[in-house]
Each structure stands twice: as structure tokens, then as C-alpha cells.
């Protein structure tokens, strides 16, 4: 099974193997000159986009029209693969390099053009003139010189310049009306002065002698994460891609610890073996964590200071965060307690691959991508065999550790059904990055015509460049999909230890387990959105998280039917739980025939005698005496749920929830990965699969720990039924998202779909409850002549048909706004708790 790996990457070799470019002669170079072209007119707009994204985006509309006298136009309507297509369209635009220069390595800069084309250019004829559309994309991600279209942008710490600049071809046409719409700022200076402006910040020129230039300063958020986010500034170390980001794994694992040690604590003896281990297993996931964190964030950080330091020559930072990668897979396949046959294997593979690499770098040899030579055509398929390896291990470790932290050492998946799994998951993670390569290259060359004597070299190159850098852009978004297994840790030591296995009256976690639950509520399943001026905010919805969550469980003890005072004072839920559950549903049954026979006599006048009715009165009278005031015999199933443990309820609306969940997280992956231009991106980045994996493993944990929470603290929440239970959930949910929205809407950034998130949340949860509802109630199920009459007779209360269908129809109505706004991706990276 484990000959699935090579299987894999044999088939990115042929891939590889048949792919290339054609190349054709280009025309006569007297064609591409300003003189033929004085004919012809340019009109462009560029415009920026900065409220509500974490970067300022910059947009470029263009159109050129070209009269058909051109000895070149007749090309631009060919296909666009075609190579007079493209030597047309770089003599309008300027980019890109004709074969002869890319044969005599003439301006090689000019080879490769990084903007982003949403859209592909388009070429209609125009009675006697071509017009040729175009329109490109760029985020302003740090103070590097972009270009857009015929735009130059140059970023600075302080004012951004943005300046027309046509190419040569095109001095001496004709230029039309020039927009600039700077999206709110005003700007400091303009040249030459603007026909038309609006409050400074949409200006306009109608036929300029000069190309137009702005200079203006961004909003504070967005141009400070362009500062924090460029290499070699100070405020990097600290960005969300240094120390704040890992303030994540820090406050994790330090929660985790403080969780452990609290359970333990409450605790009335000391810890069984079978509990040390799970206590030994939840300390080192969190030590775990905190090393993932260092070395994630703060490696690159680390090696950057010693390589200034001691001057070294060459920079070896990919293959640094290629052991990096490769430390933490070894580190996590030990923990995850494999065998060893697998763990030789481990060991092997990871020594061979470090033997490799260090052989490459101080030999020169041409094996691996080092920082000294380009690789050969052997090293190119050696190459993705190396990043396989790394990733496989990693993955194996990742498997083997959450099978570890769920089940303590109980069965669980044989070793090769893992290393199967993390071999195939590994093999598609090298295919989806091959072909994102290949969708690079075509959007960086799309107006390169390579001599087909240097194709194959500057392809190579690049191909090294791609793959020698595989690890550093991996690494973060692995590292999110490691953090993920937190919540495993948590419910595996919570199943172990739990107090209910030895005490017959807790009938609802302790106040130790309760601790825990709102921790796991803080870490697993509030969304870890914050990222403000480029750092990272986790700490804010952190906090929230836990004070909503404990917040909502202190409501709880103190309106929660099960902690209402019985005889003795004793919270009516100890009193009554080792009661019959038939019993409990016995009793709620006789209790709405009395209420339904009740309400028949009194409206209708030929109804039951007065002495029956009496004797009804009498017998609710008599039903509700036995529990305290405010409780009725009916609320008591709906408090207990359908399981016989706090336990079994916890786990059975967590797998309620994530069934459920699953459309939820397809909404979700729709708005973060595919709509608007987000699929260009991810499609085109080569840590693409991992981020699929990881968008989908995300709210699914998420989802599955909501309704652990639910189901855990179902008799100890506020409301008589599922419904309003997990209401008051959603509300706890919403409120550390909330207050993220205030902030991000005060200061302009990004949202992050935040508000489909809540509402897909309150679906879920909502859902969830009214199923647990229904479940509760099987039993009863014999009575009804359909489920639908199992619902009616389950919820005649109306707050609780009100709480389930406004909060659906709350959540269509976001979600259907969602769906029909427009959404603009960007290629930074937003890494997940």
C-alpha cells in the first residue's frame, strides 16, 4: 500500500514530461513602434479598494483601441495561445519578452509579468479599430513595487504613489479619459492637475499631454499590515507571520495545560494509571503545540538574525524550513506512539532526506533545490519526491497523534490503513501543487514567446524556484491543520477522567469539567478571526470567547431546570436521576392528556362534567407538587436529553452537529475558497489542497465542538428545550465575532464572512437541538401516526417553535445575502487557530 506515494508522483513525471510551449517566429520589430502607433487611443481607470479587507486592493480597467491599419492588429484576433497573438498584445502593453531577448537573456526582469487577471482579455473590432479590453488585479501585501496594468504602484511607509506609465509603443497615442479612484483617502499631491475631482479622492483627466500620477496615503490598517508584512522591517517579528502569530499555539497549549491541571485538581483521589497517561498525553500535546509555534513562526525569525550575523553567502532559509517541517512530522509520529517498524521508516526517511540535502549544499550537487545550483531534469523528479516525504511524514504523524489523543491507547486504525492515508493525502497534496506551477507559469509568461533553446532552462529555473520554497509556504497552513487535533486532546482527557464514571449522582459535569468545557469553547470553537494593522488579535476573541461561554453557563445554573432546589435542598437533578427515563417520559405523556383533556372541557360546553374536570385539576395539581415551583412534569425529559449521562449527550449532539454541519461547511467553503476570485488564488497556490483540507477540517471541528458544548452542558444551560438551548449557544458564539465586527467596521477591515459564520452556526446548533429533542422522545414515537405529529405533539410550547424557525430564517436570509454578494479574493495567507 505504501507504493501509493510513488504511483502519485509517477504521474506528475509524465505530466511533466509532456508539457511545453510552442513558439513561433515573431514579425519584423519596425511594427512595434510609437510611430505606427500614434493612431491609437488608451483609456484607463485604476482604482482601490481598502474598507473591509485586511490589504488594499488595486484594480486596472483598460481599453486600447488600435485602428486596423496596424500591420499587427489582424493578430490579436487569433486565439490567445497563439504567438503573434501575444507579440501583438506585448508591443500594446509592454510586458513580456520576445524570443530573441529571452534567447540573449536581454532585460530578463521582463520575462515574467505577477499581476492577477480576474478576467481574460477580450478583443472586439470596432468598425474601422480593434479594441482590446483589459483588466488586472493586485493586493497590496507589503512595500514591494507593484505593477497593474499600465499602473505603477510604489507603496511607502508613509504615501502610496500611483503613476500611468504606457509603454513605449504607446508614447504617442492618443490618450483618453483617466480615472483614479483612490476608494476614500484624498490625495496630497497630483500631477498634472486633474480636470475633475471629487473630495480629492476620484480624480479624472480627459486627453492629458502627460501620463497622470497620484500620491496619497493609505488608511492606517491597511497601510500598516503593508509595513508589518515586508521582509527586513522591524515590525515583522512581531506581525501575524511572527510572534503574534504564534501567540496562537502559545495560548493553546497554555490553556490546554490549565485545563489538565484543573481537572485533575477536582479530582476528590488521586489519579488512576489509565488517568496519568491521559493527563501525560494533554502536558505534552501542549508542549507540542508551544515547540510547533516556535519553530513555525519564530525559526525564520531566528535564522534570518544569524545569517546577517555571522554574513553567511548563500540563503538556505527554504531548506531550514524544510527540517523544520520535517523535525515536526518525526516529533509528532512519536508521540502518536507508532509502531516500530513505522517509526524505523520515519527515522529513515528523515535521515536520508537531511543526508540529502546537506550533501547538496556543500557538494553543489544538483539533486535537490539548494541555494547554489538549479536542480538537473533528475532533480526536478527527485525534487517532489523529497516534499513528499515530508509531507507524508507529517501527515502520518498527524493521524497516529489524534487517534493517540482520542482513544488513549483503546483500538483504533491499523498502522498501514494510517500510512495508506497519509501517503495518498500526501500524493495529492505534490499533484494539486504541480498543477498550480503549471497555472503559474502560464499567468506569469502569457506574453513570453521563449526561444525553444532557453525554454527548457528559464522553465527549470523557475521549477527549482517553486519547489525549493514548497516548505516555507506549506509549513504555516500544516501547522493550522496540527492545532486542529486541540480538540481531541481536550475530549480524550474529558473522557477519561470524568467524574460521573464513579459518582452515581452527577448528573452534570463538575465544576472542574465545567472549567474545561469553557476553555474548549474559547479554543476549539470560537473562530479565530482577529488580525488588526497586521498582528494578530486572537487574544481578544480568546478572552471573549471564554467570558461569553462562562457567562452563559452561570445563567444557566441559576434558570436551569435540573439545578432547581429539591427536597433537602438538593439540585432536582441529583434527586431525580436515577429515575427511569420511561418513567420520566411516562409522566410527561399523562401530563399533556390532562392538559389537552382540560382545555377540551373548558371550550367546549358539552365537554367533561365538573366533577371531572375537578378530578383533572386535581391530578396536574398533584403532578406538579412533586417537583419544585416552576418545574413541570413535561420540562423534565426536554432537561435531561435523550442520553442517560451528560456524557452520552455531549457525544451525541457532537455527531449530530457535524452531520448536520456538513452543508454548513460547504457554505462556508464556497464563500472563503470559491466565490468571487478566491478559487483563482487557490488554485493557483501551492500549498492549495492543504488549505482545502484544512478550510473543511475547520468548521467541521468547529460544528462538532459546538455540539459537544451543547450536549455537555445540556442540563445546565437556560431554556426548556434544544431549541432555545442552542440560542443561547449561538449567542455565546456571537459574541466574541461581534465585537471583532465593531472593531473591524470601526477601524476598515476586513469581515471575513463573519456574519454567514454566526449564522451558520445558529442553523447548525438549532438544529442540532431540535433533534436531540426528538430523540428524547422516540420512545413516544409509537403513539404518533408520523413524525410530523411526533413534532407537534414534542413542541406545543410556541417559545420554542419560535426560537428553532426564527433563527433558521435568520440564518436563509444572511446566508442568501451572502451568496448573492460579490467577493474579492486575496493571496495572503490567513492562517487559522
Not at 474529558?494 to 474559547?522: H, M, W
Not at 477540517?697 to 431549541?723: K, M, S
Not at 476598515?748 to 433533534?771: C, D, E, H, K
Request: aromatic content about 12%.
Amino acid at each position: 500500500m505504501l507504493l501509493l506515494l510513488p504511483v502519485l508522483v509517477l504521474a506528475l513525471y509524465a505530466a511533466l514530461a509532456a508539457s511545453g510551449t510552442a513558439w513561433a517566429a515573431p514579425p519584423p520589430a519596425d511594427t512595434c513602434t510609437a510611430d505606427r502607433l500614434k493612431g491609437a487611443k488608451v483609456t484607463t481607470t485604476v482604482q482601490f479598494a481598502h474598507r473591509g479587507s485586511d490589504v488594499s486592493s488595486v484594480s486596472s480597467v483598460t481599453d486600447i483601441t488600435v485602428p486596423t491599419e496596424w500591420e499587427q492588429a489582424p493578430h490579436l484576433l487569433l486565439d490567445p495561445h497563439a504567438a503573434e497573438y501575444r507579440d501583438a498584445l506585448r508591443c500594446l502593453l509592454g510586458k513580456g519578452a520576445s524570443a530573441q531577448e529571452t534567447e540573449n537573456d536581454e532585460n530578463g526582469a521582463n520575462f515574467y509579468d505577477y499581476e492577477w487577471r480576474v478576467r481574460p482579455i477580450s478583443v472586439n473590432r470596432v468598425g474601422a479599430n480593434i479594441v482590446v479590453h483589459y483588466e488586472a488585479v493586485a493586493w497590496v501585501q507589503n512595500l514591494d513595487l507593484l505593477q497593474v496594468g499600465l499602473w505603477t504602484l510604489t507603496p511607502g511607509e508613509s504615501d502610496w504613489m500611483i503613476e500611468l506609465k504606457c509603454p513605449p509603443s504607446l508614447r504617442k497615442a492618443v490618450l483618453g479619459e483617466v480615472h483614479v479612484r483612490l476608494g476614500g483617502p484624498g490625495a496630497m499631491s497630483v500631477w498634472p492637475m486633474a480636470t475633475v475631482g471629487k473630495g480629492g479622492s476620484d480624480l479624472s483627466w480627459k486627453n492629458p499631454d502627460d501620463c497622470p500620477g497620484v500620491a496619497f496615503r493609505p488608511p492606517a490598517a491597511q497601510q500598516w499590515t503593508a509595513i508589518v508584512q515586508s521582509h527586513g522591517r522591524e515590525w515583522e517579528m512581531l506581525g501575524t507571520t511572527g510572534a503574534s502569530g504564534a501567540f496562537v499555539y502559545f495560548a493553546t497549549g497554555a490553556l490546554s495545560l490549565i485545563a489538565g491541571q484543573r481537572l485533575r485538581r477536582g479530582q476528590r483521589r488521586g489519579p488512576l494509571p489509565m488517568e496519568e497517561e491521559a493527563y501525560a498525553g494533554l502536558r505534552y500535546w501542549a508542549l507540542i503545540l508551544m515547540l510547533l509555534g516556535a519553530v513555525v513562526f519564530l525559526s525564520d525569525d531566528l535564522y534570518r538574525f544569524l545569517h546577517a550575523e555571522f554574513d553567511w553567502k548563500h540563503d538556505y532559509e527554504p531548506t531550514v524550513s524544510l527540517f523544520a517541517m520535517l523535525f515536526i512530522g518525526v516529533v509528532l509520529c512519536f508521540f502518536g506512539a507508532l509502531r516500530t517498524y513505522l517509526l524505523v521508516v520515519v527515522c529513515v526517511l528523515a535521515a536520508s532526506l537531511v543526508s540529502l540535502y546537506l550533501a547538496a549544499e556543500l557538494l553543489n550537487y544538483k539533486l535537490v533545490s539548494t541555494s547554489d545550483v538549479v536542480v538537473s531534469h533528475v532533480g526536478a523528479r527527485l525534487v517532489v519526491m523529497a516534499s513528499a516525504v515530508t509531507v507524508f511524514v507529517c501527515f502520518l504523524g498527524v493521524i497516529s497523534s489524534g487517534q493517540r489523543l482520542l482513544l488513549l491507547g483503546r483500538r483504533g486504525l491499523p498502522q498501514w490503513v494510517m500510512a495508506c492515508v497519509a501517503a495518498a493525502l500526501s500524493g495529492l497534496t505534490m499533484l494539486w501543487a504541480f498543477l498550480a506551477f503549471g497555472r503559474s507559469w502560464e499567468r506569469r509568461t502569457w506574453l513570453t514567446n521563449f526561444a525553444p533553446t532557453v525554454l527548457d532552462g528559464y522553465r527549470l529555473e523557475t521549477y527549482d524556484w517553486w519547489w525549493q520554497w514548497f516548505a516555507s509556504d506549506a509549513f504555516p497552513t500544516l501547522g493550522d491543520i496540527i492545532v486542529q487535533l486541540t480538540a481531541l486532546a481536550l475530549v480524550g482527557v474529558l473522557y477519561v477522567c470524568r467524574a460521573e464514571q464513579y459518582e452515581n449522582d452527577s448528573f452534570t459535569p463538575a465544576a472542574s469539567e465545567k472549567t474545561l468545557l469553557v476553555i474548549f469553547f474559547g479554543v476549539v470553537v470560537v473562530p479565530n478571526y482577529a488580525t488588526y494593522f497586521g498582528f494578530s488579535g486572537y487574544v481578544t476573541t480568546l478572552v471573549l470567547g471564554i467570558f461569553s461561554a462562562w457567562a452563559l453557563l452561570s445563567m444557566g445554573q441559576s434558570r436551569s431546570v435540573l439545578e432547581r432546589p429539591a427536597a433537602g435542598n438538593a439540585p432536582l437533578g441529583r434527586v431525580i436521576s436515577q429515575t427511569d427515563r420511561s418513567e420520566l417520559l411516562r409522566m410527561a405523556r399523562r401530563y399533556r392528556e390532562l392538559q389537552s383533556r382540560l382545555h377540551r372541557s373548558g371550550a367546549d360546553s358539552r365537554g367533561e362534567h365538573p366533577s371531572s374536570q375537578e378530578e383533572i385539576e386535581q391530578e396536574i395539581d398533584r403532578l406538579d407538587r412533586c417537583l419544585p415551583d416552576g418545574v413541570r412534569p413535561i420540562d423534565l425529559p426536554f432537561a435531561f436529553g435523550p442520553m442517560a449521562t451528560w456524557w452520552g449527550n455531549a457525544c451525541r449532539c457532537a455527531l449530530i452537529a457535524g452531520l448536520i454541519g456538513i452543508p454548513a461547511t460547504g457554505l462556508m467553503y464556497w464563500l472563503d475558497v470559491v466565490r468571487g476570485d478566491s478559487w483563482m488564488v487557490t488554485a493557483e497556490n501551492i500549498a492549495g489542497f492543504l488549505a482545502v483540507v484544512l478550510e473543511i477540517l475547520y468548521w467541521q471541528v468547529i460544528w462538532a465542538g459546538g455540539g459537544f458544548f451543547l450536549g455537555a452542558l445540556w442540563r445546565d444551560l437556560p431554556g426548556r428545550n434544544g431549541p432555545t438551548k442552542a440560542v443561547c449557544v449561538a449567542l455565546a458564539f456571537a459574541v466574541p465575532i461581534g465585537f471583532h465586527e465593531i472593531i473591524s467596521q470601526l477601524i476598515g477591515l476586513g469581515l471575513q464572512n463573519t456574519i454567514p459564520a454566526v449564522a451558520a452556526f445558529a442553523s447548525v446548533m438549532t438544529f442540532s437541538g431540535l433533534v436531540m429533542d426528538v430523540q428524547t422522545f422516540q420512545s413516544e414515537r409509537r403513539y404518533r401516526s408520523s413524525n410530523a405529529s411526533l413534532l407537534v405533539y414534542i413542541y406545543r410550547m410556541p417559545i420554542a417553535s419560535v426560537a428553532f424557525f426564527l433563527a433558521q430564517l435568520v440564518a436563509l436570509v444572511t446566508i442568501w445575502k451572502s451568496f448573492k454578494e460579490g467577493g474579492q479574493a486575496s493571496p495572503v495567507d490567513v492562517h487559522r487557530k
